[in-house]
Structure formats: C-alpha cells, structure tokens
C-alpha cells in the first residue's frame, strides 16, 4: 500500500531523466569490450586452470590467451576468432590445451578471414552455448530446490557476512549461521581482490578479512549451503561481489557455481576503488547480462555513499544512483525481481528525528520501487566502542526495516568497524534480529504516517531533490557528474583509474559469441 502519495508524473519524470543521462553510457559501453569481458567469455567456452610454473606465481590460462591475442593480433575484434581458429589450425582438443601451447610460444594468433572466419565462429558459438546451458540447468535447479525445501518464511531475508580467509573455517560459519536462522550467506572477498586484474584459482586458505572468490571456492560453499539446505528446511542462498577489475569473470563463475546474488553496482568500482569509468560501465553492463540469464539477484552499493557523504544532505544521491542502477539493469535485461537496490541506515543518531528521517528514506525507496528486493543496510558509519548502544542502534535499524517492508536485510553488529566480529557477536546479533522480527510481526500493517507529517514531507523533499540532479546531470554528461564528486563527494575523471589500459574500442566486424547469445531475446 502506497503511504507517501508520490507524484506518478514526478516519478516518472525521475524515471525519464534516469534513462537520458544513461544513455550516453549504455553507448559507451556497447562501442567497448575490455580484457575482462573476453577472459568471461572464454570461460562461458570452457577454459579452466592456471599456469602454476611462472616465476609471479599461477597465472590463469585465460589470462595468458587473452593477453597474448591481443599482443599479436588485437582485441578489436574479440578474442574469440582468433581463438578457436588457432584451436582448429593446430588440432587441439580443448582451449586449456591451447593455453599450455600459447604459453610454450607455440601458437601465434591472427583475425581469420573467409571460410576461416565462419568456421571460428561457429565453433566459438558452440562452446559459449555449451557455457551457457550449463548456467540455464543450474537456474533451473535453484527453482526446483526452493519449490521442493522452502524460501524463508517471512521478509526481510536475514543477510549475514562470514570472511575468515580460509573456505574451510567459512564453510563452519556459514552453515552454523543458517542454523542461526540466516537466510542469506556473503562470503566477503579477500582485501584488494577487486584490484586483481585475475580471478585466483583453486581452494584458498590466506585470504586477508576475506575469502578470495574463485571457481572452487564458490562451489565448496554452494555444496555446503545445499547441505545445511536441506537440514533447517529452506534454501540457504549464497552471495559474493561481481564487482572490481574481474566483474564479469566472476559473474559468470557465479553462474556456473549456482549462486543466487552477486554485489554488482554500475559505479561501486568507480567511486571507492578508483576503477577506470568506461571499464566499469563496459563490465557491468556484461556482468548484468549473465546475471538475468543466471536468475541472480543483483545487490547495488548506495548505502557506500553514505559512509563519505552525509547521509541526510545527500540521500537524494542514493536515489538519482538508484534510479540509474534501474536503468542499467533494465537495459541489459535484468528484470525488477532481480534488482535488489541498495540503501543504508547511516543517519548519525545524534540529528533530531534522525529515526524519523531513516523511516522517510526507507519508505521511499520502498514505493520507489515496489517490485525489488531491496537490501537496507545497517549503521557503520556512527558505530563506536560502545557496543551496548551499537546493538540498541541495531535493534532501530532492524525495526525500521520492518516498517518499511525491506527485502533483504544485512545483520548488523554491534563491533562493526571496531574489531573484526567474533562468532558470539553474530550470535547476538541474530537475536536481535530474531526478536524485532518476531515481536514487529505484521507492524507493517498498523504504520500510516500522517500525509503532513515529517516523514511524508522528507520524502517528497528528497524525490524533488532527486529531479533536479538528475536534469543536471542530463544536462552535464553522467561521467562529468561522476568526475565532479557527485556520488559520495569522490572525484573519478573517466581517462583515468585503474584498468584503463583493458578497455578496447571494438572494430567493425567484432565477434562475441557470448553477448550475441545473452542479448538474444
């Protein structure tokens, strides 16, 4: 039930603004292919495994065909020609055989043309399929276990981060949070992953605050998560970040691996990990595309901007970038069940009203998008040392949720940003959770606020302010906005960050047989 009695023409209008200052972008991005998107798309045919003699240490084998391709013929027009022609003009069985045979300088790699040309192709094409097939059969399965254990009983879905390092110790957490009553397990990413121009292979057991994501590691947890599955008697579902340098390999590893969300914001990388722009909009764009073909929820990163900008004077930032994420994702197919948007409780509690002003924000977002499984994040920004008042913040942050009708909500902790939280705190904060929810139940029900009320008046303040950034940014160009400092006061100009140097034009004539087949209606 509508509760703020939006404007549709002004919502509508946001929506409209939305799509223009995206425009330019999505542009962008369809004229661009990066070294990221050809070593996904090499994955989706097949390739698997690293080169463990170099001196650096393992080096994947796509990254050995990928940069050799490009070092002899270019990347102008996808890797996959020059790929599978060389597959063909040396008799080799699979691409992880091409990959040793590039590796021992064995194979030089060139555009074929003619009949060569149509005979990479179709062979590129077919392998991609067999990729993709094996994506479709685990969508297919996610929908046949949820059918036969149970999605949770109730919303929002209890969202909990375990991050060790080691997939072993995480695998204990994790299926004892489930236990716990967590419905929804992130498995945080070793620091500085999302700056690894490379997805690490294997079983890792030295992540640093986090385990890194790599094929392996995704299918040890998924095997685990099916397993205390089927003992609480509902599907557990498993999230980690297609986000960084990597974003569309390990959005496709995720659908290979059967997960059910990935962290995937259009500006995330952009803006707190200084990531070149047209990179990452070129890469998202991808990465979103396997996401709606895997049945993957998707989780923005709004709720960062609240950690460097005010969470009162620039909420309507958070809803201009939700906008523009909608609008990202729509293009490249992902429907609205599937856009879980991100937004955060990070007001400082010591603003008068500040509980109002989060119900106001929440609301918002909530009838902004009605059809999305949102994810309302919890307080960092203001925890202290104090942690009895951390879980009295808590407990407001979880009671807001229930309000306002969120999706997905991430259990916050009383020591966050003070010490990386022991198993107890989790425990704790799972009670909290338990209990809200619990004691709320339908509260949802019985909450009107007053049409002249505050928490009305803010949200339509906010939407209005909304509108207005967004014509300016129709009127100044998405990336000068970007490169300004208006999404949570960084400044990322778009010829610079890191990875700028794998973004390629394409040239007339590119081939990729995985964006044919994912933008195939």
Known sequence: MALLDLDPAVVATARGLAAKAAEPVVALAKAHTTVAVERATLRLAGITGADSTHRAG?????????????????????????????????????????????????????????EDRTRAGKHARAAV?????????????RDKLVARLGDPPRRPWIYLIVATGDIDEDVVQAQNAARAGADVIAVIRSTGQSLLDYVPEGATHHGFAGTYATQENFRIMRAALDEVSKEVGRYVRLTNYASGLCMPEIAVL???????????????????????PIRTFVDQRFSRQVHARAGIIINTGEDNYLTTADAVDAAHTVTVSQLLNEHFAHEAGLPDHLLGLGHAFEINPKVPESFRLELAHALLARELFPDAPLKWMPPTKHMTGDVFNGYLLDGFFNLAGVLTGQSILLV??????????????????????????????????????????????????????AVDLLARIVDDGLLDAIAEGTFGLMKRPPDAGKGAEGVVEKAEGYCNPASELLEAP
């Open 58 to 114: 393992d080096v994947p084998w796509v990254n050995r065909v990928v940069d050799t391709v490009r070092e002899h013929c270019g990347l102008e027009h996808g890797v996959a020609l020059p790929a599978f022609h060389a597959l063909a003009e040396h008799g080799l069985g699979s691409l992880t055989e091409l990959a040793e045979a590039t590796a021992a300088g064995q194979v030089r790699y060139a555009v074929p043309t003619g």
């Open 129 to 141: 399929t067999r990729g993709l097939r094996t994506v479709d059969r685990n969508r297919m399965q």
């Open 254 to 276: 995720a659908g290979l691996q059967r997960l059910d969300m990935m962290l995937n914001d259009s500006m995330y990388g952009i803006l707190f990990r200084d990531i070149n």
């Open 412 to 465: 916050g902790m009383m020591t966050e940003a003070v010490v990386t939280p022991f198993l107890s705190d989790r425990d704790l904060a799972l009670a909290n959770v338990r209990y809200v929810l619990d004691a709320a139940g339908g509260l949802a029900e019985d909450f009107r606020p007053a049409p002249d009320g505050l928490i009305v008046k803010r949200a339509h303040q906010v939407l209005g302010e």
